[in-house]
């Protein structure tokens, strides 16, 4: 009898071990879906952030989400599209390298690989020598963005679609780092959006 | 005394000698796939801890259930379907694993060799027992095998004695096979397709005859591999294609993990490249270092890049079509439509369509794709871009496909066609790791990893071999394309030559598309050195422009060592041919391929007909240099100049009433020769018309003299307008006349010539008859003449004065 015991508890250490790693397996399958995201109201995921966004990242992609959920005017909608933009694609210090280009979910998604090739080749082309010999901690990291106008803009039609647009124009501001200058480097753009079946997208930009 | 039931225990027994195997079965599947641990580590600490649990779990419940029989029947059950289930699941990956282990090679690799001994021409030699005493090449390089090492083993081994004559290259020894400079040459196997794209060599390979063959495997010994960490340092790998033992595909390819870039640079097969394994480093085709050795092949482009290859990627082309077979069609995009050879081994086989465009392709239509080079506009080198579209679309297939069968099916496939020295854990911690990211990003996985494109350009051109008097076709690299290629490499390796760019702003418009950077340049102004005489002849199988004696001449031009001799072939002449063009070169004194350095004279001849000069097109040529002008709308003075250089044959005709037009005076308005009439076929002389001045006419002076006032000069004037050439005012001349009752009349009829009177019209001369242009003046009276205070001076032509 004592020894069915030992056997009986064995089975059921063994058992409880098995579910432990059953749901490990199934978080780690399931990891994306446990990320921090927005939803609309059909509860498709328009906007995620990333893990090892900064903190002022996380701020005002916070601010977007209550914007979206709390219906927002499409203004407000708009600038903070444009704030989480900047706040992403001019922040080199989380990057992975030249690949990792930030703030592409909020650009116009079917011209995403245009945008993505491009920036890949220019603005972000340095990135990953630059992490190699200066380290990520140290580069660009956008402090601040202010939204200084935001409103509706003409609609716009493009590939036979018409859009609703807006006109955005935002400054924004570097956190100084010892051992990277960021002198020179962009401050300022002005923004055009369009609302595309609700999800408001960058389609262009111009800035110094 | 307690009762044993011997039935139970027996059937524990068997559960615990079925549990027993079922763990058996468990570790050796655990051990076959540590290989792939890369993939996943936590997944596959997660799946081995799984596996224990469950070994733990079966031996706990047969202990368990040894109590009763019903239950131990079920456990029975239990244990035969795991035992079924991880044997199907072992054998599986046994599978894989025997497939990437065709696919993977250590850095020493056992090799089936085969060797052929080969003749030329020679019915002599027709076993390997007659080969005793002949010459026998062999190629003076210790990396050689067929041709050096398995060779001698084997006339050894059959104890065979041969003179040996001893050649750089394989091509060199074969060139001396063709020459009969000896009588059996050791080749590799595949040596009829290795040589056949060489120009000329085909009608020479035809008359080969292989009298002996063989293999044995040798251990290959090669360099020390690197083993990065794919997924955290840029590498590079050396794609070659072999197409039936030939190297016709050269990639250097390179990927930064970090930048998800990937660089293919295309070599062209033909450049002539310093060669790393031959004596000196000699020059020859790139593609002829593969006869000596893979390795050859990896120093050589290394050098050539002064870039290491840190792994390499050999592909035989008969692995293409299962491969993207087992992974499904590509979507790949053709320039054109044609018609391309399928992947049986037989020449000639064109049976593979392919329409112009975008289009999923089989794997047969994938192999012609990437083989084709004839319809190809810009030949070989279109054909590069096309196999670097052909890696785009398989890589970006592999990246999408999440069949497992397919990939274990791909890789049984490529089997023996396909060789790497990259390990499975750096494959599969790469492939974890580009994947990982790949999900990670908002961008589709096909445009995931960036693909950069380039090739080292160059020029066609000739190197001549003394020995055969056979030029080789080769394609030279441009120095500044070495330089470019080497510098997009350094980008994406980020070396020690790393320039930043340091972008500081971004912007972008969708109305604006962006379509990546260009890094293929075709043509460099460089110097082109080492250059072998052209073929200028006609050529009934090459798709080349004919020469004609202009693209001689400009070709010439800047080598003006060498003193051109144009014989010109005529209809009458039995060598013209009337299908050739005109002034198209047919023959050359000095054969193709020949340094132009050695060269100071060339004699062409030229196909020469009579030439039509009235055809535009054919008035810059010399025939039509001596031709009569079209002479109408010229004037007399153009045409009588000439005249004067063309030995005075024209005679001029004047014309005046039926053609006269005031403003065609002195103008030829006809000929009586054609214009652009060769000058040869000109009999006599050219009568040329030109417009005259009008003739006139007063027939009787004295109904004039005394008689005409300034206003019958007018009216006359008015009335002859358009045939006197003056203004009215230059008919006119007035003086003083004694008579008082003339004043005002016209008392002088005069023709002057240059300001003086030359004759005057009176009772006796009294018809006046003049040309339009003549100087005819009418001298009207203004009456006496008043006395002044200085008398004796005169005014006017043929004036008076009175005192």
């Known amino acids: 009898m004592k020894k069915n015991k030992l056997l009986i508890i064995g089975l059921i250490v063994t058992l409880s071990l098995m579910i432990i790693i059953v749901a490990l397996t199934f978080f780690e399958l399931q990891r994306d879906y446990f990320s921090n995201t927005i939803k609309n109201a059909e509860g498709k995921v328009l906007y995620e952030i990333s893990s090892n966004a900064t903190e002022y990242q996380k701020l005002i992609f916070t601010e977007l989400s209550d914007v979206i959920e709390n219906e927002g005017t499409p203004q407000e909608y708009a600038g903070s599209v444009v704030k989480n933009y900047v706040a992403d694609f001019y922040t080199w210090s989380n990057k992975k390298g030249t690949y990792d280009i930030g703030g592409m979910q909020y650009v116009y998604q079917p011209e995403i690989v245009n945008i993505y090739n491009y920036a890949k080749d220019f603005f972000y082309r340095d990135l990953s020598y630059n992490i190699q010999t200066l380290g990520a901690e140290n580069l660009l990291e956008v402090e601040n963005v202010e939204i200084t106008f935001s409103d509706f803009n003409a609609k716009i039609e493009y590939n036979g679609q018409m859009y609703q647009s807006f006109y955005v124009t935002a400054n924004w501001t570097y956190v100084q780092k010892e051992g990277f200058d960021t002198t020179g480097y962009q401050t300022s753009g002005e923004f055009s959006l369009i609302d595309r079946d609700g999800k408001i997208e960058i389609y262009r930009y111009y800035g110094e | ?803």
């Open chain 2, 1 to 803: 005394m307690k009762k044993v039931n011997l039935k139970s225990k027996s059937n524990e027994f068997i559960n615990l000698i079925l549990f027993g195997l079922f763990a058996i079965i468990s570790i050796v599947s655990v051990f076959n796939i540590l290989q792939y641990l890369s993939l996943s580590y936590t997944l596959f600490i997660y799946g081995i801890a799984m596996l224990v649990l469950i070994n733990v779990l079966v031996f706990i419940l047969v202990r368990l259930f040894s109590k009763k029989k019903v239950l131990e029947m079920i456990m029975t059950g239990i244990l035969v379907v795991l035992i079924g289930i991880s044997s199907y699941a072992l054998i599986y990956i046994v599978r894989i694993n025997n497939a990437v282990g065709n696919v993977i090679v250590s850095d020493d690799v056992v090799e089936n060799i085969s060797t052929s001994f080969v003749t030329y021409d020679n019915t002599k030699i027709t076993s390997i027992d007659d080969v005793s005493g002949k010459k026998f090449g062999i190629v003076d390089n210790e990396n050689v095998l067929e041709g050096n090492s398995l060779a001698i083993e084997e006339l050894e081994s059959k104890n065979i004695d041969v003179t040996f004559i001893k050649y750089d290259t394989y091509n060199n020894m074969l060139l001396g096979l063709f020459s009969r400079e000896i009588d059996v040459a050791p080749l590799p196997k595949e040596y009829y397709s290795m040589f056949i794209a060489n120009d000329g060599y085909e009608e020479y390979l035809d008359k080969t005859e292989v009298v002996h063959e063989f293999s044995k495997k040798v251990k290959i010994e090669g360099e020390e591999t690197v083993r990065k960490d794919l997924s955290k340092e840029p590498f590079s790998v050396l794609l070659m294609g072999n197409d039936g033992g030939r190297t016709d595909t050269l990639i250097y390819a390179t990927f930064n993990p970090k930048t998800m870039v990937v660089t293919l640079t295309s070599i062209a097969r033909d450049s002539y490249v310093p060669i790393s394994c031959y004596t000196d480093q000699a020059r020859d085709k790139i593609n002829h270092s593969r006869q000596i050795s893979r390795q050859c092949t990896l120093d050589t482009v290394s050098n050539l890049l002064d870039e290491k290859v840190d792994y390499f990627l050999e592909v035989n082309f008969d692995a293409v079509v299962d491969v993207v077979d087992s992974l499904g069609k590509l979507w790949i995009d053709s320039p054109v439509e044609f018609v391309g050879q399928d992947s049986s081994e037989d020449r000639g086989h064109f049976t593979v369509w392919i329409a112009k465009g975008g289009q999923f392709m089989t794997g047969e239509q994938v192999l012609a794709f990437a083989r084709e080079r004839k319809n190809m506009p810009g030949g070989d080198l279109q054909r590069q871009l096309n196999q670097q579209q052909v890696i785009r679309a398989l890589l970006t297939k592999l990246l999408e496909t999440r069949d497992t069968n397919a990939f274990v099916s791909a890789a049984e496939s490529a089997g023996d066609n396909v060789k790497t020295n990259l390990s499975i854990s750096q494959l599969a911690g790469l492939a974890n790791y580009v994947i990982g990211e790949m999900n990670a990003s908002e961008l589709d996985n096909s445009y995931f990893v960036q693909m950069k494109n380039n090739r080292i350009s160059g020029y066609f051109s000739w190197a001549y071999n003394d020995s055969l008097q056979l030029p080789l076709s080769i394609y030279k690299p441009y120095n500044g394309s070495i330089a470019d290629a080497r510098a997009l490499i350094n980008r994406n390796l980020m070396g020690d030559s790393y320039v930043p760019t340091n972008h500081k702003s971004f912007t972008f418009n969708i109305y604006t598309p962006y379509y990546g950077e260009n890094f293929i340049k075709d043509y460099y102004d460089e110097a082109e050195v080492h250059d072998p005489l052209p073929d200028f002849m006609p050529s009934m199988t090459k798709e080349s422009e004919p020469w004609l004696l202009a693209d001689v001449k400009a070709w010439l031009q800047k080598r003006s060592w060498i003193k051109l001799n144009v014989t010109e072939i005529w209809e009458t002449n039995p060598k013209y041919d009337a299908s050739y063009l005109y002034n198209q070169v047919i023959s050359q004194s000095v054969k193709y391929g020949v340094k132009t350095a050695n060269i100071t004279q060339l004699n062409i001849e030229i196909i020469k007909r009579e030439l039509d000069c009235k055809i535009v097109e054919n008035r810059t040529d010399e025939q039509c240099k001596s031709i009569v002008p079209n002479f109408i709308g010229m004037t007399r003075k153009e045409v009588n100049d000439w005249n004067l250089a063309n030995g005075n044959i024209i005679t001029f005709k004047e014309t005046t009433e039926s053609t006269y037009k005031r403003e065609n005076v002195n103008t030829v308005i006809s000929q009586s020769v054609d214009a652009y009439t060769k000058l040869k076929n000109v009999t006599g002389k050219i009568e040329v018309t030109v417009v005259a001045y009008p003739t006139l006419e007063i027939t009787d002076v004295l109904t004039i003299l005394n008689t005409w006032t300034k206003t019958d000069i007018e009216n006359w004037f008015q009335l002859n307008k358009d045939k006197l050439f003056k203004e009215f005012s230059s008919y006119i001349i007035e003086e003083p006349n004694s008579d008082p009752t003339l004043t005002g009349k016209v008392i002088t009829v005069a023709l002057y010539e240059n300001g003086v009177e030359v004759e005057k019209y009176n009772a006796s001369n009294p018809k006046i008859t003049f040309k339009g242009n003549a100087d005819i003046r009418f001298v009207i009276s203004t009456g006496p003449s008043t006395p002044t205070p200085d008398p004796g001076t005169g005014t006017g032509d043929g004036g008076t004065t009175t005192p």
